[in-house]
């Protein structure tokens, strides 16, 4: 695979193009990384009261239904969003992934798993205290997303 960069200084929006006999996964996966980068640091609406946020999605660590409607948690705070979880599912990028009925997670920030073999497991983070429950129908699916990004980054 060739990778070319072009520099124009004269281009009003950057743009990626991805050239390609076909879609390979190799392909795919390159597409994907810049998505997530893109997406990644891109700035969300959050809001706490009367007051509106702008977050960088990686600073989540994991999306919740509650009581108030859909929670945002990132390690200090909680912040509500106007998004719905299958809305949610579909505007993140690649590096979060449902969890169970009630939660998306953002998989970089997984510190450590408790595996319940009757129950949910439990995902802690680093650095806080907080926790979401993974529930058993997706404990695999989730399992296979980390063996992924390590096999991805250990390349």
């Known amino acids: 695979m060739k990778i070319r960069i072009e520099i124009d200084e ?8 991805i050239r390609c006999r076909g879609l390979t996964e190799q392909v795919s996966a390159v597409q ?5 980068e893109v997406n ?4 969300f609406p959050f809001y706490k009261g009367n007051t509106e946020f702008y977050l960088v999605l990686d600073e989540i660590l994991f999306f ?6 859909i929670s945002a948690h990132t390690r ?18 690649g ?14 920030h997984i510190y450590s798993i ?4 009757t129950a949910s497991s439990v995902v802690a983070f680093y650095g806080t205290h907080k926790q979401v429950y993974v529930s058993r129908y997706y404990y695999k699916p989730l399992i296979k997303k980390l063996e992924e990004k390590r096999l991805h980054y250990a390349k």
């Open 64 to 69: 919740e239904t509650d009581e108030n409607g």
């Open 40 to 43: 990644g640091s891109e700035k």
């Open 76 to 93: 200090d705070e909680i912040y509500q969003t106007h998004y719905k979880l299958y809305e949610l599912e579909d505007l993140l990028p």
């Open 95 to 108: 590096f979060f992934m449902r969890i169970s009925k009630s939660a998306i997670l953002n998989t970089n």
């Open 10 to 17: 004269n281009i009003a929006e950057e743009e990626v193009v």
């Open 114 to 117: 408790n595996r319940n073999l």
């Open 32 to 36: 994907r990384a810049i998505s997530d």
